[in-house]
């Protein structure tokens, strides 16, 4: 928000004036009715303490993110390319495989990712697309410049907190927007039931579309029963769902209706007891068979987990340059792949310098941050890198960029991260602006929600011409 001078940037100057005017007290009393509204409106989230999920209010921060449009137009187009491609690569892994047989990325670091689905090789996905919604974390670094630092093409979750903020901020505190072109957020709904009636079968000019939920023990089954709400489409459970000669019913009070599209919520594992865990209770038995047979569409589909592998993620660049012919608008973190002898030497020589994730987790699990870890813990990582060098990448310590958040009326300084949303239909599409999440800990760089951070409202101003949608 602020240069170093002091003085606030350009782009949060008229803001800034608004907060200073408003003082403590009322700062203060505004974020109260805020939290109320998450609270009656039921906007919470599962956090985990001590390996227990605790259910609570979804933390909001009344300041609000804003970005340019010159920012936001790079930010676009390089999400816009890095889901394109990553969208080709899911099809050709699981179809001709060129990339790995040209030997353009390491056959072996593919293959062996544990989100690859050997099953689903030779399995054509409706219209190519096998990711259609992408959560893609951003990072600003201490120039300002943007790099990706996670893709989420399974299930990615956030998106409800996105157009809750929006609702909620605009409510308590309408004087913000005054005089901010800010553009809206509210069609993102109608656009991914729009892409999601696209994908339905041939053959069917009327579909019927669900989601598919794991059920109100899960973290995010606010967003799951928001977005049903929003698309007016049926929230159902695996029990609800019932396969028969390859064709997908719901069962309702009249009776089975076929369903034609599932925009599912549950992971891949889970998904279908008779191809996935044989002890899953809340899939659909037959599922994957009905999908295979071509009578249900499934949204995301199916394998997208090799996507959003840490040391795949490492690769992107080159799965630009060789889908699209373009280098990478948005760069990656640079990242080192333990899998390879001299990278993972170098991380086992520089933990206390560096962040090491486990590939295939998500949500902050799994992690260390090196300045931040003791002796023990960096002996515990290097054994277990020394043990399975796969499952790990190390990346630098980013310094997330930060802004005032709220506390008590006063402001403090907290880290930020950005996750937009990108949703690929008959064409790829880009929500303005995306979920900000907010690390609450002082000096904290952990902005993950399951471990308690919480978000903003996120502006992307229009250029000048564009209709003040937001204020409106």
């Not at 940037?9 to 939290?35: E, F, P, S």
């Not at 669900?210 to 007016?232: D, R």
């Not at 064709?247 to 889970?270: C, E, K, N, Q, S």
């Amino acid at each position: 928000m602020l240069e170093d001078s002091g003085r606030p940037r350009a782009v949060y100057r008229r803001l800034h004036r608004t907060l200073l005017r408003a003082g403590r007290t009322d700062l203060a009393r505004r974020h109260r009715l805020a939290q109320r509204a998450f609270r009656d409106h039921g906007i919470t989230f599962t956090v985990s303490q001590r390996k227990v999920g605790i259910e609570r209010i979804f933390p909001f921060d009344l300041i609000p993110r804003i970005i340019n449009p010159p920012q936001w137009s790079r930010i676009e187009a390089g999400l816009r390319q890095r889901v394109t491609a990553l969208n080709h690569f899911l099809e050709d892994v699981y179809g001709e495989q060129r990339i790995l047989r040209q030997g353009v990325v390491p056959a072996e670091i593919v293959l062996s990712s544990t989100g690859f689905r050997r099953e689903l090789v030779g399995l054509t996905a409706p219209h190519g697309v096998r990711c259609h919604v992408a959560g893609v974390d951003l990072v600003l670094d201490h120039r300002g410049e943007v790099h990706v630092l996670e893709d989420n093409l399974r299930t990615p979750s956030g998106i409800s907190y996105v157009l809750a903020n929006r609702q909620v901020l605009k409510r308590i505190y309408p004087e913000l927007f005054v005089g901010h072109n800010v553009l809206p957020v509210d069609g993102y709904t109608h656009q991914l039931l729009q892409n999601l009636r696209w994908l339905a079968p041939v053959r069917v000019d009327e579909p019927t579309v669900v989601l598919l939920t794991p059920g109100i023990f899960n973290s995010a089954y606010f967003e799951h029963l928001f977005l049903a709400k929003q698309m007016g489409i049926e929230l159902v459970e695996g029990s609800d769902l019932v396969v028969d000669h390859d064709h997908v019913f719901m069962r309702t009070t009249a009776g089975l209706r076929p369903v034609h599209v599932i925009y599912r919520r549950v992971d891949d594992d889970f998904l279908d007891p008779m191809t996935g865990r044989t002890d899953s209770v809340i899939g659909v038995p037959g599922l994957v068979n009905a999908y295979r047979a071509g009578n249900v569409s499934i949204a995301n589909g199916l394998g997208n987990a090799v996507a959003d592998d840490k040391a795949v993620y490492a690769l992107v660049p080159e799965l630009i340059r060789y889908y699209l012919g373009e280098e990478a608008i948005l760069p990656n973190v640079p990242t080192y792949l333990c899998v390879r002898q001299r990278e993972r030497t170098y991380v086992l020589e520089h933990l206390q310098e560096l962040v090491v994730k486990t590939v295939g987790e998500s949500g902050g699990h799994g992690m260390l941050i090196g300045p931040a870890s003791s002796a023990a813990q960096r002996d515990r990582m290097r054994r277990r890198i020394q043990a399975r060098p796969r499952d790990f990448v190390a990346q630098p310590v980013v310094s997330l960029s930060v802004q005032p958040a709220l506390f008590d009326g006063a402001l403090a300084s907290r880290h930020q991260d950005l996750r937009p949303f990108v949703l690929t239909g008959h064409e790829v599409s880009v929500t303005p602006g995306g979920l900000t999440r907010v690390a609450l800990r002082a000096g904290s760089l952990v902005v993950n929600s399951s471990q308690g951070g919480g978000s903003r409202d996120t502006w992307v101003l229009g250029s000048p011409g564009t209709r003040d949608a937001a204020a409106e």
